[in-house]
């Protein structure tokens, strides 16, 4: 007995062992870092690029030369042969990709490394365009992924057409005069009507916030003494007792527009009239721009307020932000902090794209698959636990960017706290396409029903058929991401959906005028073979193909949105009808729509695709229509055309020149440069619609955008928006600039130039150094100097005065403590870098030009 009992617990000794082998492998992938290197462009001639990864082991035991495979994201397709034959590449869907080890793969012992080269399909611009997320998975443990450790680059030196070089930075930037601050409009946006009328309003413990509780304005006046009080480390006095003769009061004017105010700064008050709180609410925001930028450092006692008589109102009453959380997740905190900015320049719309492909960022108790699926991402070949990684999110859950959600209290709080801002919070729930994460989970919530024996209730939500043998690949390479709109079950998702969002606005108490739902970049041949749309159309005659699919779902959608007292809103595609000219697809407006008051947001006017009037075509038509111009408002593109600079660049290249040369209703004026950042070819412009004065009564406002893909933490979000998000806003509230609608070339180009110095001089004088302690700081982007040899010497600039152009001549980067740049630096054996930095000290890309 006592033998069998040793026998036993020898056994269980050993399962548990095995157990134990099987959950931590013997190698540590942590232990392996990657370093990408971009090798040559336009390999072998074509357009194309040579890339290597190298990979070592940093650990102290040796990583095997088989027993794994190892997985990737790229947002390029990428060749399968590697061509340095050690490794095989294979797509597995979306972003996703894997690296088997061949037979020449050789074991990396500690402290050595493997190069494994391959072929991208495009030429490498940026640091956007490498492979990341690298992970792990055992072949005896297929369902864990182990991320590897420190990922790296190369940098990379390219020579293409468009680059932007520190000389040419150089050249863009001569032009840009310091215009002394006294000379500088006090209050952004630039405003109406503004004059300073000489003297000082001395903000200080002594003044008074006058207000009664029945007050008007008492909401924006207790949101006054919050944001205002810790500047002067004390609070305002309520009364005029005491002797205080200063006072600060909004008055209520029947006189002025809904969003209009007039702000009256004298040495013994400060006066805001409006007649809505939002009036009351963006007077306040002007006084905050017209208080000093040093004041937001570190309280004072005593802050010097320019007197001043403002009159102001917007251009646009739709002036709106749009974040996608669904590619990669922003915590909450992040969220209030971007609803702070926005606040600040007068924005009045944040557009929230909740869902995506890569993730469900909403929860809907009603559904909690939603999140408990399709809000993480993980290694996985099946999804029915999780997403599998995206955009470098790595094999392991536990992330901090493809994992994560918002709870039903947290997006409450946040409904609540942009309503406070006087700003709308816009959902988007991205249908049909782009609707993975929303498949997945459904398809998870199918499987444990049908475990449960609860067919029916199975089947209720299900977004995909089955038996579906369509075969299709959509932009982002997604072959399974596309909601089955033949379904039935498909609306009784998007009304189980439409209520559960309703409730949260309802519970907020926050108003909600309209849903998104979409409507972007369906492909082609999606549907085709669905057993559901063959039944459909077998009785429904109007259905003839499935590009009437469209107008049935969107129809449909319509309707459910209505009978919840909104309006539909969604991208272009839902407003367009899909037809033909000369072969070839052609879309026009919807006819059919148009009575229903639909919102399209049009981002597609790419220059040189044929859809540069698009916007304007359904202006003309009668759309009311919200311009998200790719050419000038997407943030996540990259600023110019350089290595070191993150970002997209397919649709352009965005500084922040091109949001404030924007001109709504005529922007091919101010069109110069085409995607690659090289001189436009205008005949691209013959033929195109114009706007109409009709259509300019349906411009409903603007939308600045930044989709997720590349936006991997809230430092990126704040580099890729900030300062670019102060050139929209100028666009979207003050009146339309003169240099706008000046017929002659000349003198609109000169009135320009003024305007963009004057423009610079404010944001980098006054606005930048605001944003460094506003609402703790923010990581806005500084711009690397421009840097030219002349004369044997070198010369340096900057695109906003203000900042601090410092440089080194012993082959370091600069830091803060580096020589101040004030006059030409000689050229030394060792080169030279620039830097500029903030007033804070974070300092900008380095300048390193070539030496002679």
Same mark, same amino acid.
């Given at each position: 007995m006592r033998y069998y009992l040793i026998v036993i617990l020898m056994a269980v000794a050993f399962v548990k062992v095995a157990a134990k082998t099987m959950e931590e492998p013997q190698f540590n992938a942590h232990d392996l870092s990657i370093v990408w290197e971009p090798v040559q462009n336009d390999y072998k001639n074509h357009q194309q690029s040579l890339n290597a990864i190298t990979i070592t082991n940093n650990g102290k035991k040796t990583f095997p030369a088989s027993g794994w495979k190892m997985y990737f994201n790229s947002a390029r397709l990428i060749v399968p042969a590697t061509v340095s034959g050690n490794a095989k590449i294979d797509f597995v869907n979306g972003d996703l990709f894997s690296l088997t080890p061949t037979s020449t793969f050789t074991e990396i012992k500690p402290g050595q490394s493997v190069?494994? #080269?391959?072929?991208? &399909? #495009?030429?490498?611009?940026?640091?956007?365009?490498?492979?990341?997320?690298?992970?792990v998975?055992?072949?005896?443990?297929? $369902?864990?992924? %182990?991320?590897?450790?420190?990922?790296?680059?190369?940098?990379?030196?390219?020579?293409?057409?468009?680059?932007?070089?520190?000389?040419?930075?150089? $050249?863009?930037?001569?032009?840009?005069?310091?215009?002394?601050?006294?000379?500088?409009?006090? +209050?952004?946006?630039?405003?109406?009507?503004?004059? #300073?009328?000489?003297?000082?309003?001395?903000?200080?413990?002594?003044?008074?916030?006058?207000?009664?509780?029945?007050?008007?304005?008492?909401?924006?006046?207790?949101?006054?003494?919050?944001?205002?009080?810790?500047?002067?480390?004390?609070?305002?006095?309520?009364?005029l007792k005491g002797g205080s003769v200063k006072m600060?009061?909004?008055? %209520?004017?029947?006189?002025? $527009?809904?969003?209009?105010?007039?702000?009256?700064?004298?040495?013994?008050?400060?006066?805001?009239?409006?007649?809505t709180g939002a009036g009351a609410f963006y007077g306040i925001q002007s006084l905050k721009t017209l208080i000093?930028?040093?004041?937001?450092?570190?309280?004072?006692?005593?802050?010097?307020?320019?007197?001043?008589?403002?009159?102001?109102?917007?251009?646009?009453?739709?002036?709106?932000?749009?974040?996608d959380v669904g590619r990669n997740f922003q915590p909450k905190s992040e969220i209030l902090k971007v609803?702070? +900015?926005?606040?600040?320049?007068?924005?009045?719309?944040?557009?929230?794209?909740?869902t995506d492909d890569e993730g469900w960022r909403i929860e809907i108790p009603s559904l909690p698959e939603l999140t408990d699926v399709g809000a993480k991402r993980g290694h996985t070949l099946d999804a029915k636990h999780n997403l599998p990684p995206s955009h470098g999110s790595g094999g392991e859950i536990e992330n901090k960017t493809g994992t994560g959600f918002y709870t039903r209290a947290d997006f409450i709080e946040i409904l609540k706290y942009a309503d406070k801002l006087h700003i709308q919070v816009v959902p988007e729930i991205e249908s049909p396409g782009h609707a993975r994460s929303a498949i997945k989970a459904m398809n998870a919530r199918y499987n444990r029903l049908m475990a449960e024996g609860k067919k029916e209730d199975a089947e209720r939500y299900l977004l995909y058929d089955p038996n579906d043998q369509s075969q299709y690949s959509s932009n982002q390479y997604w072959t399974d991401n596309i909601m $089955?709109?033949?379904?039935?079950?498909? %609306?009784?998702?998007?009304?189980?959906?439409?209520n559960d969002v309703v409730g949260m606005y309802k519970d907020a108490n926050v108003p909600l005028k309209t849903i998104n739902f979409g409507g972007d970049e369906v492909p082609a041949h999606v549907w085709e073979k669905s057993p559901a749309y063959l039944a459909l159309k077998a009785t429904h005659p109007e259905i003839k193909n499935t590009g009437d699919l469209w107008y049935y779902f969107y129809g449909r959608v319509n309707q459910l949105v209505k009978a919840k007292g909104l309006y539909l809103s969604g991208w272009e595609e839902m407003t367009l009808r899909k037809t033909a000219l000369d072969g070839q697809p052609f879309y026009v407006p919807n006819p059919d729509f148009m009575p229903e008051h639909l919102q399209a947001e049009v981002w597609n006017n790419s220059l040189g695709d044929g859809n540069e009037d698009l916007a304007y075509k359904l202006a003309n038509a009668g759309y009311k229509t919200v311009l998200t111009c790719v050419t000038n408002l997407y943030f996540d593109m990259?600023?110019?055309?350089?290595?070191?600079?993150?970002?997209?660049?397919?649709?352009?290249?965005?500084?922040?020149?091109?949001?404030?040369?924007?001109?709504?209703?005529? %922007?091919?004026?101010?069109?110069? +440069?085409?995607?690659?950042?090289?001189?436009?070819?205008?005949?691209?412009?013959?033929?195109?619609?114009?706007?109409?004065?009709?259509?300019?009564?349906?411009?409903?406002?603007?939308?600045?955008?930044?989709?997720?893909?590349?936006?991997?933490s809230t430092q990126?979000? #704040?580099?890729?928006?900030?300062?670019?998000?102060?050139?929209?806003?100028?666009?979207?509230?003050?009146?339309?600039? &003169?240099?706008?609608?000046?017929?002659?070339?000349?003198?609109?180009?000169?009135?320009?130039?003024?305007?963009? +110095?004057?423009?610079?001089?404010?944001?980098?004088?006054?606005?930048?150094?605001?944003?460094?302690?506003?609402? &703790?700081?923010?990581?806005?982007?500084?711009?690397?100097?421009?840097?030219?040899?002349?004369?044997?010497?070198?010369?340096?600039?900057?695109q906003f005065p203000g900042l601090t152009i410092r440089y080194t001549t012993d082959g370091k980067d600069p830091d803060a403590k580096s020589k101040i740049y004030n006059d030409a630096v000689t050229i030394t054996s060792n080169g030279v870098k620039f830097r500029a930095f903030d007033n804070k000290g974070r300092g900008s890309n380095v300048s390193e030009p070539v030496t002679p």
């Open positions: 190069r494994v #080269e391959f072929i991208d &399909d #495009e030429p490498v611009v940026n640091i956007t365009d490498g492979p990341e997320g690298f992970y998975v055992w072949d005896n443990q297929p $369902d864990k992924g %182990y991320n590897t450790g420190m990922f790296t680059l190369k940098p990379f030196k390219p020579n293409y057409a468009g680059l932007v070089t520190p000389a040419i930075i150089y $050249d863009q930037n001569k032009n840009i005069q310091d215009v002394p601050e006294t000379q500088l409009t006090k +209050v952004f946006p630039t405003p109406v009507s503004y004059k #300073e009328t000489g003297g000082v309003f001395n903000l200080n413990k002594d003044v008074a916030v006058i207000f009664s509780p029945e007050d008007k304005f008492a909401k924006e006046l207790e949101l006054l003494k919050s944001t205002i009080e810790p500047l002067i480390g004390s609070k305002f006095k309520t009364d600060i009061n909004i008055l %209520y004017d029947g006189r002025l $527009d809904s969003e209009a105010y007039r702000l009256t700064v004298n040495p013994g008050n400060i006066t805001i009239l409006a007649s000093p930028a040093s004041a937001w450092a570190h309280p004072q006692k005593e802050i010097e307020i320019t007197c001043v008589d403002v009159k102001d109102a917007p251009r646009f009453p739709y002036r709106a932000f749009m974040i609803l702070d +900015v926005m606040a600040l320049y007068k924005l009045n719309v944040f557009h929230m794209h909740l $089955d709109v033949s379904l039935p079950s498909t %609306y009784n998702f998007v009304e189980t959906v439409i990259a600023h110019y055309k350089s290595f070191d600079e993150p970002g997209y660049y397919w649709g352009a290249f965005v500084d922040i020149d091109k949001p404030f040369s924007f001109i709504p209703f005529d %922007y091919f004026k101010n069109s110069t +440069v085409d995607r690659n950042g090289l001189p436009i070819n205008r005949n691209i412009f013959i033929g195109k619609q114009r706007l109409t004065d009709y259509g300019k009564t349906n411009i409903y406002g603007l939308q600045s955008a930044v989709w997720g893909e590349n936006i991997k990126r979000l #704040e580099y890729m928006l900030l300062p670019r998000l102060l050139g929209f806003a100028e666009r979207a509230w003050s009146q339309d600039p &003169d240099w706008a609608t000046e017929k002659n070339t000349a003198k609109s180009d000169s009135l320009y130039q003024i305007a963009w +110095v004057k423009f610079l001089n404010v944001v980098g004088k006054r606005e930048l150094p605001r944003l460094s302690y506003y609402a &703790d700081g923010y990581n806005y982007r500084v711009p690397k100097p421009g840097v030219v040899l002349q004369d044997g010497k070198y010369l340096a600039n900057e």
